[in-house]
């Protein structure tokens, strides 16, 4: 699916608007992410720091979260926004997280400085882990 390029900035504004949201007393770094649904709706997500560090959630995870719990589960681009001069990459959990719900998903980052950054998800994970047992459908 092709994403025009005025909703692409619509992404990157929702993914920057989250990211003021951000908890990163730690890292200091504040990342938000708007996931655009198949249907056309928007979730977004922020990183959750802790003390605990492995405890932390991604904004990419997160987003992915409230868009599940509101019953979407086909998704056609993420947009990510970070407090950084350049664009970020989704980490390797959260890329793995995201090919559950399909490799082809296109993926926009934009940093504080420079030109946004795109990639599909099949590119940054080419070799996802896969689950081989039948699945029951979700509810």
């Not at 908890?23 to 708007?34: D, K, N, T």
């Not at 991604?58 to 868009?67: D, P």
């Amino acid at each position: 699916m092709t994403i025009p390029p005025a909703r692409r900035r619509e992404l990157l504004a929702a993914a920057r608007q989250a990211s003021d949201k951000a908890y990163a007393p730690y890292s200091g770094l504040r990342v938000g992410a708007a996931l655009l649904s198949r249907a056309g709706d928007v979730f977004v997500g922020a990183n959750v720091e802790n003390a605990s560090f492995g405890l932390t959630l991604c904004a990419e995870r997160a987003a992915v979260a409230a868009a599940v719990a509101a019953g979407a589960r086909e998704f056609v681009a993420l947009a990510i926004a970070a407090h950084s001069p350049v664009p970020l990459s989704p980490c390797g959990a959260c890329r793995q997280v995201l090919a559950e719900f399909g490799r082809d998903l296109l993926i926009l980052s934009a940093g504080t400085k420079g030109r946004p950054r795109a990639w599909r998800l099949k590119d940054l994970l080419p070799q996802a882990f896969v689950f081989d047992r039948p699945r029951r459908r979700a509810r």
